[in-house]
T-cell receptor, first 114, second 110 residues
């Protein structure tokens, strides 16, 4: 199994630009989670999906952030427009709901907004 | 909502010593408590977990204990090695939503 796949691994953009982060969960996993990690705030859950349906988006910081999961094997997190304070590492994780509670993390996307 | 506190925030030990990381949680309904290890520049990886129907779990040099009454759980690492140096996160959940502590940076000095 390839594990959770995220792209790009690094993204540098200028303030005001649109940023799209991508995630492919582990095959057969039906829950997908987006996290943001910063030194100041640690690991924060932004949003999660069950069977492609958004369940809890209470962690999404503001309307500039949006997430979609059009099918079981792909999800995107979009920031538009991006701001310097969005600079962080964004992790995607997946889990098989019918099995153990373990969430498996992807390698992350390091986002820098100049 | 759930709140997870983790302490200490940093710990430095000599190789071969034991290390203990403590976490408290606020929601008595939480029933799943994983521990993740994150090396510099890498993803968090699960190292051990415990469910609320168990008080202790051990896997080689690591063990986790849970006190539901006091709402705290701890990670114990024995015979520490330099490769144990990393940031360790505790988390708590009652459904699918994990709430993480702020992490503890462990340094094991050779």
């Amino acid at each position: 199994d390839a594990g959770v796949i995220q792209s790009p691994r690094h993204e540098v953009t200028e303030m005001g630009q649109e940023v799209t982060l991508r995630c492919k969960p582990i095959s057969g996993h039906n829950s997908l989670f987006w996290y943001r990690q910063t030194m100041m705030r640690g690991l924060e859950l932004l949003i999660y999906f069950n069977n492609n349906v958004p369940i809890d988006d209470s962690g999404m910081p503001e309307d500039r952030f949006s997430a979609k999961m059009p099918n079981a094997s792909f999800s995107t997190l979009k920031i538009q427009p991006s701001e310097p304070r969005d600079s962080a590492v964004y992790f995607c994780a997946s889990r098989q709901t019918s099995a153990a509670d373990t969430q498996y993390f992807g390698p992350g996307t390091r986002l820098t907004v100049l | 909502g759930e709140n997870v506190e983790q302490h200490p925030s940093t710990l430095s030990v000599q190789e071969g010593d034991s290390a203990v990381i403590k976490c408290t949680y606020s929601d008595s309904a939480s029933n799943y408590f994983p521990w993740y290890k994150q090396e510099l520049g890498k993803r968090p990886q699960l190292i051990i977990d415990i469910r609320s129907n168990v008080g202790e779990k051990k896997d080689q040099r690591i063990a986790v204990t849970l006190n539901k009454t006091a709402k705290h759980f701890s990670l114990h690492i024995t015979e520490t090695q330099p490769e144990d140096s990393a940031v360790y996160f505790c988390a708590a959940s009652k459904a699918e939503k994990l709430v993480f502590g702020k992490g503890m940076k462990l340094t094991v000095n050779p």
